[in-house]
């Protein structure tokens, strides 16, 4: 009796649960809903392998095979096409090119209605049904191994060439996975010689690869919640505009506030663009880059132009659970109408102030001009007593 099939079969739920933590966490973005898919897929093939090498006769057994096979092959491209929207690769870009990933598992889920098989036949054992691999199954396991050399090669790529620490260490951790995987899948070769496979190779490494994806997760947040689920319920309540960046001041969370504010549709998608271009002054762009994250300064109250707006800017750095700067976020107030109203008033007691020496000069020539009427009755009437005296 193969006891490891079972605990495989067991284990293979943790798959799905993943499945459900990442979709709910993160339902927004396409490198999350894929790779969601992916392990959904992918406990689909192990069930499908688990049954076939437990099915009560060939027939049977054949057809779940060809299942298996059709959803571990469609599960790889999907890997494959997630790591490729993970690094914002053009190639897809093109139709051609999302219709190119999918051809192989496409065809494999077509001869789902042909009798074409990767395997000759399925011999009996105690450990259950072992399917015996034809030249085909060689080809099919080339396409899902090349799936997961190029996707890790990928990730490998990132965190190479990444300067943002969470997402260096994010494609380093995703890319260990995939390597065990590929090792796992690539170990079916030797089924070659003895023209015997053992699925739970296969079944272990993607298990092994995908626990320990699940172990680092609970660390360094493999799969965080997205911020844009929060900025949908928290941030667009928010009076103030707010603006996320990651470290190198493009944008990864806006709220509605700043769109109205830019005069910006919403529509017009400002995710990923710089902070410069956004703002249009890229000078003051360059100044909260460089004094937040790199000098690790706080500003306060800062005036700020956009557009017809003035605001006072409050801004900080965002750092992760693990201590590493990953952005920097950055809330303003709009206080147009008070600086507005400031510069009114300061007019208006501009203008009350000169009133206010006008009519203190006036008063002052009046009360003068009293004085010298007082002095020049006087003089009058002293002009005139003289002849009365005489």
Known sequence: ???????????????????????????????????????????????????????????????????????????????????????????????????????????????????????????????????????????????????????????????????????????????????????????????????????QINISAWMIAFLVAILVSARYQLFPRYPEIMGETIFNYLPDSLLVTDLQGKISLTNKVFYDLAELDQRNEVLLRSLGEVMQDKAAANFLTHYIIRQNRIISDCPLAIKKHTLSLNAAQIRDNTGDKIGMVMIGRDVTERKKNEAELKARTETLEKNLKEIDYLNHLFVEREIEMSKLKEEISALGGKPANG
């Open 1 to 199: 009796m193969n006891f490891m099939l079972p605990v495989a079969f067991c284990l293979s739920f943790s798959l799905l649960f993943l499945a459900l933590i990442i979709h709910f966490r993160n339902p927004y973005d396409n490198f999350y809903k894929l790779s969601s898919l992916a392990l959904a897929i992918l406990f689909a093939a192990i069930f499908y392998n688990c049954m076939a090498i437990f099915a009560l006769g060939y027939a049977e057994a054949g057809a779940l095979s060809k299942l298996a096979d059709s959803f571990w092959l469609l599960a790889a491209a999907l890997i494959f096409h997630a790591v490729l929207y993970y690094q914002d690769n053009p190639f897809l870009n093109s139709r051609f090119g999302q219709i190119l990933i999918y051809a192989p598992p496409l065809l494999t889920l077509a001869g789902l209605f042909t009798n074409h098989s990767f395997y000759s036949g399925f011999t009996n054992t105690s450990r259950g049904l072992i399917p015996s691999p034809n030249d085909y199954y060689f080809l099919f396991l080339s396409i899902e191994c090349l799936y997961l050399l190029l996707s890790a090669a990928i990730c490998f790529s990132i965190n190479l060439k990444s300067s943002d620490n969470f997402r260096k260490r994010q494609a380093g951790l995703l890319a260990l996975a995939l390597i065990i995987a590929l090792a796992g899948t690539g170990a079916n070769y030797f089924s070659l010689f003895s023209r015997q496979l053992f699925p």
